[in-house]
């Protein structure tokens, strides 16, 4: 068999891959978990208002199946890749510019699908949203901050907050929980970080935590 035809036959092959998974979007039990997910989110809005809520689920719901798009294009193409026959270097090469198209369409994806979220919601609204779709770590982690360390001043309280809306906003484009929960370890290391450098002994306050959680719980026996 020629050099070409063998190439010919690596691109079929990519491309028949490509195609399988990037139908996996469109699957009618697929769309119905994400009407699922989608309608548990806007339930905890209370719009009060039927029309609006079906328009908002169907946003969620539709963002959750691009999101699937992107993400099986992308597996699809980076096993094909691992495949062939090419060297470590060229392989890696190749899929670290599959990664890289794709995080650029879901950075696209993702501005677009807050711009569609606005139209029906306030920002209030759209916090709780993303909080739906990130199981609401940032309001428990900040939270668990809060009570860890109650003499952080309020420059650390907002460095918290924000580093944990950044991962937020990763997070929200997550294809798996572990996927959503590995952005929040990375900022919640960010933050350990910074609080470590500002002096505090995060053992010695996570122990004092512990504590007091202990001391509160016997307290209510």
Not at 123 to 129: C, G, H, L, P, R
Not at 139 to 156: C, D, N, R, V
Request: proline fraction near 1%.
């Amino acid at each position: 068999m020629s050099i070409k035809k063998i190439s010919l036959n690596i691109v079929f092959f990519t491309l028949v891959i490509v195609g399988l998974n990037a139908q996996q979007h469109l699957d009618p039990e697929y769309i119905k978990v994400t009407k699922s997910r989608a309608s548990k989110i806007v339930k905890e809005l209370e719009l009060s208002d039927s029309e609006k809520e079906a328009a908002v689920i169907s946003v969620i719901a539709k963002q959750y199946q691009n999101l699937s798009k992107f993400q099986d294009e992308r597996d699809a193409e980076i096993e094909a890749l691992k495949k062939n026959k090419l060297s470590k270097e060229k392989q890696n090469k190749k899929i670290d510019k599959v990664k890289a198209k794709a995080n650029k369409s879901i950075e696209k994806l993702h501005k677009i699908y807050l711009k569609q979220l606005s139209v029906h919601l306030n920002e209030e609204k759209v916090d709780a949203v993303k909080d739906g779709m990130t199981y609401s770590v940032l309001p428990k982690t900040y939270a668990a901050f809060l009570e860890m360390i109650p003499s952080l001043s309020q420059e650390e309280k907002d460095y918290i907050y924000n580093n944990l809306k950044e991962a937020r906003e990763h997070a929200m484009d997550g294809g798996s929980s572990k996927e959503k929960h590995a952005w929040f370890g990375k900022y919640k290391g960010r933050i350990n970080n910074y609080l470590s450098s500002r002096g505090y002994d995060l053992e010695k306050e996570r122990d004092g935590w512990y504590k007091r959680i202990e001391e509160q719980k016997n307290k209510s026996e």
